[in-house]
C-alpha cells in the first residue's frame, strides 16, 4: 500500500498543478459591459491584496497582473488557487498613451471592477 498510496498522492499533486496552471492561462472570471456611456470591467480576483495588483490600458488592450507569495506551512494536499494572474482583455475602443483616460479601479470583497468612460466622439453639425 506504501508505494499506491505514494503514487496516488503524487498524481493528484500534479493534478492540482496543472489545474492552478490552466486557471492561471485561462481565467479568471471576467464581465465587460457598458453602463452609463462607461465600459466597466469586473475581474473575480479573490486572495489577492490590492498593492500586489497593475492594471494598465495600452492601446485596444487593459493588461492585469497580479501576484502573490504564497504560505508553504505544513503539508500541501490540494492547492488551486492561483498565485499570478497575467490577463489581457480587448476592448472595443482605442486609447492612445498620452490621453488621460478618467478611468477608475476598485477592489473589495476579491472583485477589481474598472471603469472607463466611453468617449463617442465630437459632434458635427451640418450646414
Same mark, same amino acid.
Given at each position: 500500500?506504501?508505494? %499506491?498510496?505514494?503514487?496516488?498522492? *503524487?498524481?493528484? &499533486? *500534479?493534478? %492540482?498543478?496543472?489545474?492552478? *496552471?490552466?486557471? *492561471?492561462?485561462?481565467?479568471?472570471?471576467?464581465?465587460? =459591459?457598458?453602463?452609463?456611456?462607461?465600459?466597466?470591467?469586473?475581474?473575480?480576483?479573490?486572495?489577492?491584496?490590492?498593492? +500586489?495588483?497593475? =492594471? &494598465?490600458?495600452?492601446?485596444?488592450?487593459?493588461?492585469?497582473? /497580479?501576484? &502573490?507569495?504564497?504560505?508553504?506551512? %505544513?503539508? !500541501?494536499?490540494?492547492?488551486?488557487?492561483?498565485?499570478?494572474?497575467? $490577463?489581457?482583455? &480587448?476592448?472595443?475602443?482605442?486609447?492612445?498613451?498620452?490621453? +488621460?483616460?478618467? /478611468?477608475?479601479?476598485?477592489?473589495?470583497? %476579491?472583485?477589481?471592477?474598472?471603469?472607463?468612460? !466611453?468617449?463617442?466622439? $465630437?459632434?458635427?453639425?451640418?450646414?
Amino acid at each position: 500500500m506504501g508505494l %499506491g498510496y505514494y503514487m496516488v498522492k *503524487e498524481v493528484m &499533486r *500534479e493534478i %492540482g498543478n496543472k489545474s492552478r *496552471e490552466f486557471y *492561471e492561462f485561462v481565467l479568471p472570471p471576467v464581465d465587460v =459591459v457598458i453602463q452609463n456611456d462607461n465600459l466597466v470591467v469586473s475581474v473575480d480576483m479573490p486572495g489577492f491584496n490590492k498593492k +500586489d495588483i497593475k =492594471v &494598465r490600458i495600452h492601446g485596444h488592450m487593459l493588461s492585469i497582473n /497580479a501576484k &502573490r507569495e504564497t504560505i508553504e506551512d %505544513g503539508t !500541501i494536499i490540494w492547492r488551486q488557487r492561483p498565485n499570478v494572474i497575467d $490577463k489581457k482583455i &480587448r476592448l472595443p475602443m482605442r486609447v492612445k498613451e498620452e490621453e +488621460d483616460v478618467g /478611468a477608475s479601479a476598485k477592489y473589495q470583497d %476579491g472583485v477589481l471592477t474598472l471603469t472607463i468612460p !466611453i468617449k463617442t466622439g $465630437k459632434s458635427i453639425s451640418i450646414e
